[in-house]
Nanobody, 121 residues
Framework: QVQLVESGGELVQAGGSLRLSCAASERTFSTYAMGWFRQAPGKEREFAAAINWNGGSTRYADSVKGRFTISRDNAKNTVYLQMNSLKPEDTAVYYC??????????????WGQGTQVTVSS
């Protein structure tokens, strides 16, 4: 069982930046692809970004491409989401997820509890 703990969410003004972090409980983290998802009020959870096991491949939703960057530090069992040029429509609970495959495939198996990001206009 992999436990994921997100942090870094807060209230920020439009145009600002935030960096989310997700710490994993197991060293097997370094073999898993990881992702960030988000869920806005009244909407379904949606994919935001993902990264393969060694950081060599990433993918992004069109809505965040060019503004968000996913990265990972396997020595620290941590994945990050750098969010720049934030917009009010980025307001959501952001979830970290582990795919338990080395590349992004299928659906994640493990999820964190989420961290709230609120972007004011």
């Amino acid at each position: 069982q992999v436990q994921l703990v997100e942090s870094g969410g807060e209230l920020v003004q439009a145009g600002g930046s935030l960096r989310l972090s997700c710490a994993a409980s197991e060293r097997t983290f370094s073999t898993y692809a990881m992702g960030w998802f988000r869920q806005a009020p009244g909407k379904e959870r949606e994919f935001a970004a993902a990264i393969n096991w060694n950081g060599g491949s990433t993918r992004y939703a069109d809505s965040v491409k060019g503004r968000f960057t996913i990265s990972r530090d396997n020595a620290k069992n941590t994945v990050y989401l750098q969010m720049n040029s934030l917009k009010p429509e980025d307001t959501a609970v952001y979830y970290c997820a582990a795919y338990v495959t080395s590349v992004v495939a299928g659906n994640p198996r493990y999820w964190g509890q989420g961290t709230q990001v609120t972007v004011s206009s």
